[in-house]
């Protein structure tokens, strides 16, 4: 059985791409097979996978609407076990396109419904509560939420809680909140601190233990079109990565805990 996870904020660059790319890798070092889906217009997951021609490239827009049979919109990666759907140029025009589509919040869905190569699939969304990120929470069967200790952190939080529940509630009843994980965390910055106690008071076990810390190689390895675990597997970045990767796992009772 696949499991998809969309990871999801509406804030813009809290993380989303970096603990895709990062968890995914971890995921395929232990034998999972997975499909990273880039469905962020900017294509960040795409280039942070070394792939920079994204004018010629096929991917997860020309499968959307219909102009590619998926199986022929993901690509193998350097990294063995993972495959990209790469964000081509076209993503950008989607969310207007697609608006006056006939079940236009469920065509990502039936994409993922005709692959069945893989253990996961990790869809990193565009920074907005928009249609595609619509698209990507009636794909998924969880929501990994990528959250920074902010002042505003926890005022998203709930916008994106209230968005999950009205989807749950209209178009897909197994959704649910796989968790939240804190990136960038300061152990020296009180808010910091202050906002990771106040999202674990809200939200209990739903945060995970494991904290991504803010490393300059994490933020270095996209422009070497590699994730931090690759690129620096040694960097505290990377290994707060593979914790979570065994931490999530654990959690799923798919590793000795
Ligand atoms: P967007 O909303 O634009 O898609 P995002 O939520 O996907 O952004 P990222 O692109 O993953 O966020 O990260 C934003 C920036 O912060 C990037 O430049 C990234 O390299 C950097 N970054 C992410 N995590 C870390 C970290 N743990 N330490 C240092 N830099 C980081
Ligand atoms: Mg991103």
Excluded: W
């Excluded at 803010?214 to 422009?223: D, F, H, I, T």
Aim: proline share 4%.
């Amino acid at each position: 059985m696949t499991k998809t996870i969309a990871v999801v904020n509406q804030k813009g660059g809290v993380g989303k791409t970096t603990t895709t790319l990062n968890l995914a890798t971890a995921f395929s070092t232990i034998g999972k097979k997975i499909l990273v889906i880039d469905f962020d217009p900017q294509g960040n997951a795409t280039t942070g996978l070394g792939f920079t021609e994204k004018k010629s490239i096929v991917g997860s827009y020309e499968t959307l609407i219909g102009e590619v049979d998926p199986q022929y919109a993901y690509h193998r990666t350097l990294i063995p076990n993972l495959y990209l759907m790469p964000a081509s140029l076209h993503l950008s025009g989607a969310e207007i396109e697609l608006v006056g589509l006939q079940n236009r919040e469920k065509l990502l869905a039936t994409v993922i419904k005709k692959i069945h190569l893989f253990d996961y699939i990790f869809i990193d969304c565009p920074p907005s509560l928009g249609l595609l990120t619509l698209n990507a929470l009636v794909a998924a069967d969880q929501v990994l939420v990528p959250l920074q200790c902010e002042f505003y952190a926890l005022e998203g939080l709930s916008q994106i809680l209230y968005t999950l529940g009205q989807v749950r509630k209209t178009f897909n009843s197994r959704l649910t909140l796989q968790g939240v994980v804190l990136t960038m965390f300061d152990s020296r910055s009180s808010l910091s601190t202050q906002v990771a106690h106040d999202v674990r008071y809200h939200l209990k076990d739903k945060v995970y233990e494991t904290k991504i810390p803010r490393n300059v190689r994490v933020a270095e390895a996209p422009s070497f079109g590699k994730p931090a675990v690759v690129y620096d597997y040694r960097c505290s970045g990377s290994q707060a990565y593979l914790q979570l990767a065994r931490e999530i796992l654990t959690q799923e009772g798919k590793l000795a805990a």
